[in-house]
């Protein structure tokens, strides 16, 4: 079955520091792509930033990197130089392009920045 | 541009009431979902549209929630009756084509007394 693990119920790191933030999946596919959005505590979903199964390079977008690794099926976001802002939920997510790409959400991981 | 509307942003209503949310997806979007998020069970995909066609509904809770998308713009989910058990955030998202990302609304946080 195809599923997201994020291991880490929480984290901290101190401003201005770097964090990696854990997730796994399992899937047979061999297409699919691997998502990371962070909830504040307003509540809204944003997308951060996005990696497909054949991109032989790992992405980046600003301040935020995904670590993927196919052979391990791990997928960890990296925020660099962290902001009190980064302070919310961030959750994994696999879209599987054979079943008509629906997202599959992990239970995400609760960072909390600290001045 | 605007992103993904969603109304009303917040619903209180009573057991056994009759609740609609809407869902405005952003323009030229193919495919819209809507997710509940709850604490217990996370986000949890109920339906999703291609070009208004519902293609996957079995996340549905039960007979109780029907979703529609009579066109391009323009969604709903109604859930009838409400039950104390459906209290959660529901957000509604869009994307372009399979491959693309997934927009969320900023969600409908429903209470249900």
Not at chain 1, 32 to 41: A, E, V
Not at chain 1, 54 to 59: G, P, T, V
Not at chain 2, 20 to 36: D, E, M
Not at chain 2, 50 to 77: H, Q, W, Y
Request: some cysteine.
């Amino acid at each position: 079955a195809q599923k997201i693990t994020q291991t880490q119920p929480g984290m901290f790191v101190q401003e201005k520091e770097a964090v990696t933030l854990d997730c796994t999946y399992d899937t047979s596919d061999q297409s699919y792509g691997l998502f990371w959005y962070k909830q504040p505590s307003s509540g809204e979903m944003i997308f951060l930033i996005y990696q497909g199964s054949y991109d032989e390079q790992n992405a980046t977008e600003g301040r935020y990197s995904l670590n993927f690794q196919k052979a391990r099926k791990s997928a960890n976001l990296v925020i660099s130089a962290s902001q009190l802002g980064d302070s919310a939920m961030y959750f994994c997510a696999m879209r599987e392009s054979l079943r008509g790409g629906k997202l599959i959400f992990g239970q995400g991981t609760e960072l909390s920045v600290k001045p | 541009d605007a992103g993904v509307i969603q109304s009303p942003r917040h619903e209180v209503t009573e057991m056994g009431q009759e609740v609609t949310l809407r869902c405005k997806p952003i323009s030229g979007h193919n495919s819209l979902f809507w997710y509940r998020q709850t604490m217990m069970r996370g986000l949890e995909l109920l339906i999703y549209f291609n070009n208004n066609v519902p293609i996957d509904d079995s996340g549905m809770p039960e007979d109780r929630f029907s979703a529609k998308m009579p066109n391009a713009s323009f969604s709903t989910l109604k859930i009838q009756p409400s039950e104390p058990r459906d209290s959660a955030v529901y957000f509604c998202a869009s994307r372009r084509g399979v491959t693309d990302t997934q927009y969320f609304g900023p969600g409908t946080r429903l209470t249900v007394l």
